[in-house]
């Protein structure tokens, strides 16, 4: 019996946004676990949520499972140099008294970028393999939007990523992870590695794998993989975190080189044939609520537009409101529109109470360009404590905390507010205060990809919208000073040059 040890670091770093993310967005999330050690691991993740509990159901008993510590924060900016040495120290110093080991298992990203390191994860390896030295196999899972490094295919064995997005497939990652290592405790560590990337950046919003091209160039991965292989990882990329490695990759590890090398280079190309394929419609805030009305007309479910520049789920600040404003200002009539994080207008509802109007200046506190409030009379339907059970297939049932929160109304417009930020990838964000999605007209929602999963099978069509925000669709658009020069900011888009 084996000695493994598991431990989770995860986040998502927008390198574009202003504010900053510290220790506590790891201590206090509003929507994972908030930093268990421990048994306390264990008990977190022994049926559901992450990963982790893949691969802990994955190890089926035949192991000693030595749980570390597991941290995650909502997305947004840069990891804060304390953050990440408070967390990154204490997961090294858990590992060096859980010595010895004969494997270690991460749950990572793989798109943090701290004040730092701008590869968050290749510098958390280096550490965690100068500890338990050359012998020993380390294994890694990756969210389908990591900027993968040669630093983090160099020191991890294997590199199971997920292969969906909306990401369905978490705990079956986990599982994939735990077979990886029972091999590697049998085989040991594999001579052959290999890293491609791709010439070009691809937004979020081209990422999809529901849909083509995205959809069979995973399936193409998932079958090249061989038993010679240890991992075969297409992996996506997280455009909005400013690294040199930025972008799609294929990496591979396996026990002959020359099948990783042929191996990376067969889905590369495959990837590499499709860049012209790449293609979604990105309307502007008032083409897009046009578009809706009119579909609407006709439909019998809700058409859903992604309010795709202020995902809170790719470090956006959830407090923009420019879909608001196209919403009134065409009149749209049974629409909601959320989650608007704004504590202060949470507030003010609970104090004026249920039936009561307010005067508000909603939202666009957020220092960015184009963002502002929009001031409008809005009456309060409902107020609630913002604590909530999710339903859906991505959140898989966990629990929510996101604060006072308030459903308020204008027009023919509901709009759901809360105190923190949480993006709408499952219909309990919106539910929770009573609303029937499904006698909505219009939903219009912060996400970019995630909502799919949950909001499509109610939905008639759904399509995004470009209101200005922290996320911006257009790699073009951010101020990279780390991007490798040469590399196209979106398929057959310009060449970023240094």
């Known amino acids: 019996m084996a000695r493994i040890a598991i431990a989770g670091f995860m986040h998502e770093t927008n390198c574009f946004v202003p504010d900053p993310t510290d220790y506590d967005d790891f201590a206090h999330p509003a929507d994972r676990p908030a930093m268990p050690r421990g048994d306390d691991m264990l008990a977190e993740f022994e049926e559901k949520g992450a990963a982790t509990a893949g691969f802990m159901a994955g190890n089926d008993g035949n192991h000693e499972i030595y749980p570390l510590l597991w941290a995650s924060a909502t997305p947004?900016?840069?990891?804060?140099?304390?953050?990440?040495?408070?967390?990154?120290?204490?997961?090294?110093?858990?590992?060096?008294?859980?010595?010895?080991v004969e494997g270690v298992y991460l749950d990572l990203h793989g798109a943090m970028v701290s004040e730092e390191f701008e590869d968050?994860?290749?510098?958390?390896?280096?550490?965690?393999?100068?500890?338990?030295?050359?012998?020993?196999?380390?294994?890694?899972?990756?969210?389908?939007?990591?900027?993968?490094?040669?630093?983090?295919?160099?020191?991890?064995?294997?590199?199971?990523?997920?292969?969906?997005?909306?990401?369905?497939?978490q705990y079956e990652t986990g599982q994939r992870a735990a077979v990886a290592m029972k091999r590697l405790l049998i085989d040991g560590r594999p001579s052959g590695r290999a890293l491609r990337h791709?010439?070009?950046?691809?937004?979020?919003?081209?990422?999809?794998?529901?849909?083509?091209?995205?959809?069979?160039?995973?399936?193409?991965?998932?079958?090249?993989?061989?038993?010679?292989?240890?991992?075969?990882?297409?992996?996506?990329?997280?455009?909005?975190?400013?690294?040199?490695?930025?972008?799609?990759?294929?990496?591979?590890?396996?026990?002959?080189?020359?099948?990783?090398?042929?191996?990376?280079?067969?889905?590369?190309?495959?990837?590499?044939?499709?860049?012209?394929?790449?293609?979604?419609?990105?309307?502007?805030?008032?083409?897009?609520?046009?578009?809706?009305?009119?579909?609407?007309?006709?439909?019998?479910?809700?058409?859903?537009?992604?309010?795709?520049?202020?995902?809170?789920?790719?470090?956006?600040?959830?407090?923009?409101?420019?879909?608001?404003?196209?919403?009134?200002?065409?009149?749209?009539?049974?629409?909601?529109?959320?989650?608007?994080?704004?504590?202060?207008?949470?507030?003010?509802?609970?104090?004026?109470?249920?039936?009561?109007?307010?005067?508000?200046?909603?939202?666009?506190?957020?220092?960015?360009?184009?963002?502002?409030?929009?001031?409008?009379?809005?009456?309060?339907?409902?107020?609630?404590?913002?604590?909530?059970?999710?339903?859906?297939?991505?959140?898989?049932?966990?629990?929510y905390d996101v604060g006072p929160s308030a459903l308020l109304s204008i027009g023919g417009v509901k709009v759901a507010v809360s105190s923190r930020r949480v993006q709408a990838l499952d219909r309990m964000v919106f539910e929770n205060f009573g609303v029937d999605l499904t006698a909505q007209k219009i939903i219009v929602l912060k996400s970019t990809c995630h909502y799919r999963a949950h909001f499509d099978p109610i939905a008639e069509t759904t399509f995004a919208a470009l209101a200005p925000g922290g996320h911006g669709a257009n790699p073009a658009d951010f101020a990279f000073t780390k991007l490798r020069s040469g590399v196209r900011y979106y398929p057959l888009g310009p060449v970023h040059e240094t």
Not at 84 to 100: G, V
Not at 131 to 160: F, K, Q
């Open 120 to 169: 968050g994860e290749g510098e958390l390896l280096r550490r965690v393999r100068a500890v338990v030295g050359e012998e020993v196999p380390v294994v890694i899972s990756l969210d389908y939007h990591a900027n993968v490094t040669p630093e983090m295919v160099r020191e991890a064995d294997a590199i199971l990523p997920y292969r969906t997005y909306p990401h369905v497939d």
């Open 198 to 399: 791709l010439p070009f950046l691809l937004p979020l919003n081209f990422q999809c794998t529901l849909v083509e091209p995205t959809k069979g160039i995973v399936e193409a991965a998932t079958a090249r993989q061989t038993d010679d292989m240890l991992s075969l990882a297409y992996l996506a990329g997280f455009p909005p975190a400013d690294l040199r490695d930025c972008g799609p990759t294929v990496s591979v590890h396996a026990y002959s080189q020359e099948e990783a090398d042929a191996a990376a280079d067969e889905i590369a190309q495959t990837v590499a044939l499709k860049e012209a394929e790449f293609a979604e419609p990105l309307l502007q805030p008032d083409e897009a609520v046009q578009e809706a009305m009119r579909l609407a007309e006709t439909a019998t479910k809700p058409i859903v537009l992604a309010d795709t520049q202020d995902n809170p789920g790719c470090g956006g600040s959830a407090d923009t409101v420019g879909m608001l404003a196209a919403l009134v200002r065409n009149d749209a009539q049974g629409a909601i529109f959320g989650v608007v994080r704004d504590d202060l207008a949470a507030e003010a509802a609970h104090e004026a109470g249920v039936g009561a109007e307010i005067e508000l200046d909603l939202g666009g506190r957020t220092d960015l360009p184009g963002v502002e409030p929009f001031r409008g009379t809005f009456t309060v339907e409902v107020v609630n404590d913002g604590r909530y059970q999710t339903t859906g297939p991505v959140s898989q049932g966990k629990p």
């Open 76 to 100: 947004g900016g840069a990891v804060t140099r304390r953050a990440y040495e408070m967390i990154a120290s204490e997961l090294i110093s858990r590992l060096s008294q859980a010595l010895p």
